[in-house]
């Protein structure tokens, strides 16, 4: 628990400066608070999603190779290179199931609103 903990701390440690530098450096015209607050989130279910995999397998390799396996269909079908209507409705389903999707839209609706 206690690790989980400390992970997290990092985390928003590293989120905060990453967004002070992306927001500004960017120029980006939504709420700043709004943007830290999202791209803090989305790490902390990247990094849940990891500690799942990591707790699922023995071998540091193998986690790796896991964690690319997760995040690649994330990339794929946020609706980043093709929008989630745009998607066959056998394939939609699992774009909802994926945080990135959320996070996605949640920066696009607030930087063009």
């Known amino acids: 628990f206690s690790k989980i903990i400390a992970d997290f701390l990092l985390i928003a440690i590293q989120c905060s400066i990453i967004t002070f530098t992306c927001f500004w450096t960017l120029g980006l015209q939504s709420r700043w608070w709004y943007f830290i607050l999202n791209f803090t989130s989305f790490s902390f279910s ?28 994330q990339t794929l079908l946020s609706g980043f290179f093709v929008p989630v209507s745009q998607l066959p409705s056998f394939i939609r ?16 609706e607030d930087e063009f609103r």
């Open 93 to 108: 389903w699992s774009a909802y199931a994926m945080p990135l999707t959320y996070a996605f839209r949640i920066l696009i």
């Open 46 to 73: 990247l990094a849940s999603l990891s500690i799942l995999m990591s707790s699922v397998v023995t071998d540091l390799s193998m986690a790796k190779e896991f964690i690319g396996l997760a995040l690649f269909p």
